[in-house]
């Protein structure tokens, strides 16, 4: 994958700034920000059940 030098970020900043306008830049920050978050605590509850899981399926063998 190809780096990304300043003038190719600076042009990507200025498509940015006028499809969203710099009235909706905080709320679309916003939203990818709430989205991040969304799906880190998305990941780890996933984490921590598989984790759960897996010492349940060994609990259970032992038990039998």
Do not use: H, R
């Not at 498509?15 to 679309?28: A, C, E, S, Y």
């Not at 978050?37 to 063998?61: C, L, Q």
């Amino acid at each position: 994958m190809q780096n990304f030098g300043i003038w190719q970020i600076a042009i990507i900043l200025v498509i940015v700034l006028l499809l969203f306008g710099v009235g909706k830049l905080p709320q679309v920050g916003k939203g990818v920000g709430q989205a991040i978050n969304e799906f880190k605590s998305a990941v780890d509850t996933k984490d921590k059940k598989s984790d759960s899981d897996t010492g349940d399926d060994t609990d259970d063998a032992k038990s039998s």
